[in-house]
Structure formats: C-alpha cells, structure tokens
C-alpha cells in the first residue's frame, strides 16, 4: 500500500488525469458488456468504442444508443459522459468535500492541472463553485425540457428524456436517444435554444463562467474571458451564416424550408460543431463547402477548461493576433489594451502543429484500413479529434482496426495534445542556448 501511494506521489498531473479516463473506459467497457446493459449482443470492440465516445464526450456511436441500450445501458452512458465532462478527478474532490475529508496539496495539483490554473490558491472553492453551477444550470435545463416534453411522451418518459439530453448537451456529447439525433425536432425552437444554450455554456469554459460571476463589469474580466465571450459570439455568428448561405438552396437540407425554419436549422448547425455534435441536419445531405467549414470549426473547438476539445478557441485567436502582429511589424500580439507573451503564441503554435500532426498521422492510417471516400472519413476524424461527434453517417461502416484508431483519436482530443506530449517527452528544462544563424522562410 505505502508503495503505491509512493508511486501516485511521483505521477505527474498529465499522468493522473490520462489515467483517469482511461479507468473510466475500462469500468464503462465491462458494464456496458453485462448482458442487462443491452437488448441486443455488442462486440467488445463496439462497446469500447461506445465508452471511449462517452467518456471523451465526443457522441460518435457505431449503435442507435436509444433502442441498443436499455436503462442501465443509458444510465451508464450518462455517468460516463458527466464524469468525462467535468473530469472524475472534479468528482472525487467533490465527495471528499461532502465527507468533510481534508484534501491534500497533491489532489489540489490535479486539479489547478485540469482546469488550467496557474496557482492551487482558491482551487476548491473553484471546484465547489463550478459544480454548484452546472447542477443548477442541468435542473433548471431538465426542468424546462419536461415541461416541454410532457404532452409528446407523458411525465416519467419526458423527465428521464430531459435528464439524458440535458447532462449529454451540456458536456457537449453530442449522443441523443432519437434514432435520427435531432433531425425530428429542427423545426422545435424550445429543444434547439435549450440545448444549445446548455452546449454553449458549457463549451465557454468553467473558469469564463466563475469569471463572470465574480465580475459583473466587462472591464474586470480577465483577458481570456473576454476573449472568449467576444470570439464565441463573433465566430458563432460567422458559422451560422456560412450554414445559411451554403445551404440556402439545398433541397436535401434547408431549400425547401420556410425562411423563419431556415434560419433555427442554420443556428443550430452553426453553433454545434465546434462543441456538441447534435444535429439537426443530415451531414451527408450537405454541401461540400458546408463540410469544410464544418470541419474547420471542430478542429478549433470550443473554451479551454470546458467540457470540449479541439485545439480551442483562444488557441486559435492567438495564432490569428499574431499574424497580424507580424504583418504590421509588432513585437507582441495585443487585444484590448493587454499584450500576449511570446511563450503563449508559441505554446498556441505548439497545440495547433501536433494537433494537425495528429489528425494527419490517423487520417492517414484509416485510408489504409477502411474503404469508404475521403472527405467522409476526414470528417470522421476531424470530428473525432474534436470530441464532436457529427459524422457523413459512416462510423457503423468503420472496421474494428479503424474503431480502435478512432478510440485514440478521441482519447487524445480529450486529454489534448500537450497533455499527450508531456506524457511521452518528459521534456526538461534547458539552462543553454546556441548560437543565432540565418533561416529563410516564406
């Protein structure tokens, strides 16, 4: 016992919070083999598959979850996806605080690690704080969908709906118990503003949210919550329009629509992609450059300490504020009246280069397992990288190979690339440098 304690001791944070998932997938695996989990028999490999989805809160799913799964399946699937969402090690110091446990300095590192903290100072009141805000948002969320959702499929029927949708949208997994995802309910404007207030919200970030409770005025907002606010609003407003003008005359989406439906649909594809992977729309039914855009924004992603991935989007803001700082001859890049430092555009280059490697390397290995097009499977898995979950409608045709390699793809997405690479590399500090010479670029 004092031997492994020693060993937990010396793992570094990425180490522990690696491991984590990986426990939650292997529990989540062996209960969703137990034969009262499903009305029919899964593979091994497909309900590996199925947990990593939920576990990573991607919703890529080889199976209808809604008639595969029974109740306990479901109830699984929903653990998995807030315990994902939100980290296990958010929920492990969360029954030390309702044990009244005293919690070490080691726990508290684990968790600055998973929400991105500079300092373990304040970081369990962050922790209490966040959970206090999600189980209210997810009730007052459940409580609105019931309501809704009563005279369609009765009390017990809508309540248990709310609850699986509600903790799904939240931690953007994207894993609906419809046969066709939303597509039934695109033209319902009370589930679409719910659930995409709830994927929003919690793509945004925790620490934004704290931010913004704390701080009442948009000029006590750190940075990255501004940030965050600004570029949200102006790249959802960017996504919704480019769904709209490239669909605009597409019979199979949104041609034949009335203006009034166009414009919901449109909304709600144009802010899923980069966090939750519901849809509206039948992604194989898409224009082409609709698809590229798609894959754009999953690739960006949502908040850094959120409950989705991608390279993120202050990631994403960063490298943009540095090419125009370059391009008009400035040292640093700047963004209401703050300076960005060096090591945060190279850090941002850092995520942004390995993060394509990635996609790159896996995309590569699937051409050479699954026969299936191109941009189909690009898709997949951008999406998968992501932790998106929206998908041409090929993942029930992916090999066992390709589902295994998926599954890596959405652990990494999950843990993010860096987290990956402090694993492998061990990097250490270099107290030397070379001396300077010339390189030609561009």
């Known amino acids: ?193 719910v659930l995409s207030l709830l994927f929003i919200i919690g793509g945004i970030g925790f620490t934004v949210v704290v931010d913004i409770q704390q701080k009442k005025s948009f000029k006590q907002w750190s940075l990255h919550t501004k940030m965050m606010v600004v570029g949200t609003i102006i790249i959802n407003v960017i996504a919704i329009a480019f769904v709209f003008l490239l669909e605009y005359n597409n019979p199979a989406t949104i041609g034949s629509m009335p203006l009034q439906d166009k414009l919901m649909v449109s909304y709600f594809q144009g802010v899923s992609p980069r966090t939750a992977g519901f849809n509206t729309l039948n992604y194989g039914d898409m224009e082409d450059p609709t698809i590229l855009v798609t894959m754009v924004l999953m690739f960006i992603g949502a908040g850094s300490a959120s409950t989705a991935s991608g390279i993120k989007l202050t990631t994403f803001i960063v490298i943009v504020l540095a090419t125009f700082s370059f391009l008009r001859k400035r040292s640093e890049p700047e963004l209401f009246g703050r300076s960005i430092r060096l090591e945060t555009v190279i850090r941002s280059l850092a995520i942004s280069t390995i993060s394509l490697f990635i996609v790159c390397f896996f995309l590569f290995l699937l051409t050479v397992t699954e026969k299936i097009s191109f941009l189909p499977l690009a898709f997949e898995v951008v999406s998968a990288f992501g932790t998106v979950g929206l998908s041409m409608g090929i993942t029930s045709q992916i090999s066992d190979v390709g589902e295994v390699l998926l599954c890596m793809v959405m652990f990494i997405g999950r843990i993010g690339p860096l987290t990956l690479f402090f694993i492998l590399m061990k990097p250490k500090n270099v107290h030397y440098r070379y001396p300077y010479d010339q390189v030609f670029t561009g």
């Open 1 to 193: 016992m004092q031997t492994l304690k020693r060993k937990r001791r010396t793992m570094s944070p990425p180490v522990i919070i690696a491991g984590s998932f990986l426990f939650l997938i292997f529990v989540g695996t062996l209960l969703l083999k137990l034969p009262i989990a499903t009305t029919t028999h899964i593979s091994w490999i497909d309900a590996l598959f199925v947990v990593t989805s939920a576990t990573t809160v991607t919703g890529l799913s080889v199976f209808d979850p809604g008639s595969t799964l029974t109740i306990f399946g479901e109830v699984v699937l929903m653990v998995l996806i807030q315990c994902g969402g939100i980290g296990l090690m958010t929920f492990a110091v969360a029954i030390l605080i309702l044990l009244k446990k005293k919690i070490g300095f080691q726990n508290r590192i684990y968790i600055q690690e998973s929400f991105n903290q500079n300092s373990v100072g304040g970081i369990i009141k962050l922790v209490k704080l966040i959970l206090t805000f999600v189980l209210s948002v997810q009730l007052f969320a459940t409580l609105v969908l019931t309501i809704h959702w009563i005279p369609t499929f009765g009390f017990k029927e809508a309540l248990y709906l709310s609850v699986f949708h509600v903790i799904s949208a939240f931690n953007n997994a994207g894993f609906a118990l419809f046969p066709d995802n939303l597509i039934g309910f695109a033209h319902d404007p009370i589930v679409n503003i």
